[in-house]
Nanobody
Framework: QVQLAESGGGSVQAGGSLRLSCAVS????????MGWFRQAPGKEREFVAT????????DYADSVKGRFTISRDNAKKTVYLQMKSLKPEDTAVYYC????????????????????WGQGTQVTVSS
């Protein structure tokens, strides 16, 4: 059983920074591509960022490119999302997710491509 647990959310003023963490249980973390999605009230869940199993490849939504950085530590079985220059429109519940093999690379922007999800952590950015 794979479990994902996010932490690090909170409230911050516009222009501020937060770092989200996602700890993953199980022995096969290094075989998963990992991702972050977010969902604002009344909106659909949307892709934020993804990172390949060895950390060598990352991809971002245009809305966060240059401000957010996804990284992972396979020894700690943890994935991170460093968020800088936060904007009020970044306010959402942020979800950590894992894509187990076989990796759905072509579908990586879609929530349907991912197999495991955390419970989410709230990020609120005030103006």
């Amino acid at each position: 059983q794979v479990q994902l647990a996010e932490s690090g959310g909170g409230s911050v003023q516009a222009g501020g920074s937060l770092r989200l963490s996602c700890a993953v249980s199980g022995r096969t973390f290094s075989t998963y591509d990992m991702g972050w999605f977010r969902q604002a009230p009344g909106k659909e869940r949307e892709f934020v960022a993804t990172i390949s199993r060895n950390g060598g490849s990352t991809d971002y939504a245009d809305s966060v490119k240059g401000r957010f950085t996804i990284s992972r530590d396979n020894a700690k079985k943890t994935v991170y999302l460093q968020m800088k220059s936060l904007k009020p429109e970044d306010t959402a519940v942020y979800y950590c997710t894992a894509d187990a093999p076989p990796i759905n690379y072509s579908g990586r922007y879609s929530a349907a491509a991912y197999d495991y999800w955390g419970q989410g952590t709230q990020v609120t950015v005030s103006s």
